[in-house]
């Protein structure tokens, strides 16, 4: 062997972009690894080779924040052209970014007894926490 080679399998490359492309998409660590062709050992530390020693979590993080304004963009396209899937944008709205169809329900029972359930209990409007 010459020296400064060392043993083991040759390196396999690291495809940044299929990497961030991933992670726009939520696709798990496990995933990842698996389309990389390497073990989530190995993704880890290309991330930390290739992101200046940062973790697969916090890279993963900000990727998939691309994902998330995509998708979000989306919907804002729809909603202007009419065109796309809307249930499922709907779907991946309120599990990837936190909508919620909102229903407030505010019942009195009796003279004492109060049921309410979301919403604002003084029944005031209150400024969407979204961005």
Not at 98 to 117: A, C, E, S, V, Y
Request: net charge negative; proline share 2%; charged share 30%.
């Amino acid at each position: 062997m010459a020296q400064g080679e060392g043993g083991g399998r040759p390196r396999k490359a690291f495809d940044i972009e299929q990497f961030e492309e991933m992670c726009k998409i939520q696709c798990t660590e496990a995933e990842i690894s698996a389309v990389l062709g390497m073990n989530t050992d190995t993704l880890e530390k290309n991330v930390r080779e290739h992101y200046d020693g940062r973790s697969f979590s916090d890279v993963f993080a900000e990727k998939r924040e691309g994902g998330r304004s995509s998708l979000r963009r989306a919907q804002w396209k729809k909603a202007v052209d009419g065109n796309g899937d809307t249930i499922m944008q709907i779907f991946l709205g309120k599990n990837i970014l936190g909508q919620m169809d909102k229903q407030d329900i505010n019942h009195t029972i009796g003279g004492d007894l109060n049921i309410f359930i979301g919403g604002n209990p003084a029944g005031e409007d209150q400024p969407d926490s979204e961005e």
